[in-house]
Nanobody, 115 residues
């Protein structure tokens, strides 16, 4: 299974970016998809997740600004990021969990928010 991310880049504070993550390979059933991020010099932290058949969930730091959505039939998850702040600067990683609870990770995409 491979996850390919896209959509990262450089944006000024207050701007928006949309990250995409597409999975390919043999995933019989997707149980959950989500995003983590790793700010410079810090540990990886959870951002948002969506479990099949359930409502999305968000870290408090992004609630109201970020929106996660997914399409199991396309094995794709998106993260719409609005009102970006410098503290959102990080490498963003997507993940997909299969029916056995095995988690697959993307390679990461850099998001830089700076004036």
């Amino acid at each position: 299974v491979q996850l390919v991310e896209s959509g990262g880049g450089y944006v000024q504070p207050g701007g928006s970016l949309r990250l995409s993550c597409a999975a390919s390979g043999s995933i019989f059933t997707i149980n959950a998809m989500g995003w983590y991020r790793q700010p410079p010099g810090k540990q990886r932290e959870w951002v948002a997740s969506i479990i099949t058949g359930d409502s999305p969930d968000y870290a408090d730091s992004v609630k109201g600004r970020f929106t996660i959505s997914g399409d199991n039939s396309k094995a794709t998850v998106w993260l719409q990021m609005n009102s970006l702040k410098p503290e959102d600067t990080a490498v963003y990683y997507c993940h997909t969990d299969d029916q056995d609870g095995i988690r697959y990770w993307g390679q990461g995409t850099q998001v830089t928010v700076s004036s």
